[in-house]
């Protein structure tokens, strides 16, 4: 019996731990200027409530964020707050800590409150440090965009809202749902 | 008479918090060198002098550099001077970038990107920005193009 409480508990365990935090963010912005040499972006990034710090990168020319530890990170935000400040996002790379997050190629898995469509991966289980890469309309140019458009028959990709292909996985229609790729 | 005192209120703040004007002496800034030793604008009176506010991280910044060092060793031995102001967060990012572009005028540096008091008060929103100050320190030229920079300068020594 006890050993049986000990399996009970131990997947109960992993089932609650199946998550993931997202911990830094490595944000390229275009636009007709000098992205980096602007006070605007810089300004409006560290205005959001979730972000602890915004560094610049020459090497990568793009902006390091530090989300807030605990706090959960609006990837929307960031990019809303890019286009306010009369730029746009294009790339937008997420490091989080994940714990036994299994992913399938072109389906939608539930990660921190979040949906997420993972495209052109290979079905994995994430643990530890991860990188994604949001390949969602306004995190990337159009012409990247247009590559990972061939990856799934999904409705989702093109407006970033479930469609009736997702409602069939469970996710009720309208949610919010990120594209990304490792 | 309230409405007065309170409209001529906010004219005094907007003033003060305005971007020096061209024709108005130049506010003092005293910031420290790579050394640690604090260099004042003031004491570059009677040179003409181009303030550089700039980062390592800044793409642009670090190919004006490269501009300057074309003019600036001949336009030093008449009088003029350049002070750059670094707003790199880390020191070490600002001494490196100085040695790769080899930059042998004043440097100082202010933490804190665009949001140090100095950035603050000289309203600095993007870099590179530049200001062109003559021998009495007076504001002659917000961003100076950098074609006719060397021209500029060698009318304002005469």
């Known amino acids: 019996m006890k050993k049986y409480s000990a399996i009970f508990a131990f997947v109960l365990f992993t089932a609650i731990n199946a998550n993931a935090q997202f911990t830094s963010a490595s944000l390229q912005a275009s636009g007709l200027t000098c992205a980096m040499c602007t006070k605007a972006i810089d300004n409006a990034l560290k205005q959001l409530p979730y972000v602890a710090s915004v560094k610049p990168d020459i090497k990568n020319s793009s902006f390091t964020i530090t989300f807030r530890e605990g706090m959960n990170a609006d990837i929307d935000g960031l990019q809303k707050a890019v286009e306010d400040a009369g730029f746009s996002v294009s790339k937008l790379k997420l490091t989080g800590a994940f714990s036994h997050v299994g992913i399938k190629n072109d389906e939608h898995v539930e990660i921190g409150g979040k949906v997420f469509h993972f495209l052109n991966v290979k079905d994995q289980v994430l643990d530890g440090e991860k990188v994604l890469t949001v390949v969602d309309k306004n995190f990337l140019s159009l012409k990247e965009f247009k590559k990972y458009s061939n990856s799934t028959n999904m409705s989702c990709l093109q407006t970033g809202k479930a469609g009736d292909c997702c409602t069939k996985a469970g996710v009720a229609a309208g949610t919010r749902i990120y594209h990304v790729t490792i | ?158």
């Open chain 2, 1 to 158: 008479m309230k409405l007065v005192l309170f409209l001529s209120l906010c004219f005094v703040s907007t003033v003060s918090l305005a971007q020096p004007v061209i024709g108005s002496p130049a506010p003092e800034i005293a910031l420290k060198d790579v050394n640690g030793n604090t260099v004042s604008l003031s004491s570059l009176k009677g040179k003409v002098v181009l303030i550089d506010f700039w980062a390592s991280w800044c793409g642009p910044c670090r190919r004006a550099n490269r501009q300057l060092i074309k003019i600036y060793p001949k336009l030093k031995l008449k009088g003029f001077e350049i002070y750059s102001i670094s707003i790199d967060d880390d020191q070490g990012d600002w001494q490196k970038a100085i040695a790769a572009d080899k930059i042998t005028w004043l440097q100082v540096n202010e933490k804190n990107s665009f949001y140090g008091p100095v950035a603050n008060a000289w309203k600095i929103d993007q870099i590179p920005s530049t200001f062109l100050i003559d021998k009495q320190g007076i504001l002659v030229a917000v961003d100076p193009e950098e074609r006719g920079l060397e021209k500029r300068v060698t009318q304002l020594l005469k």
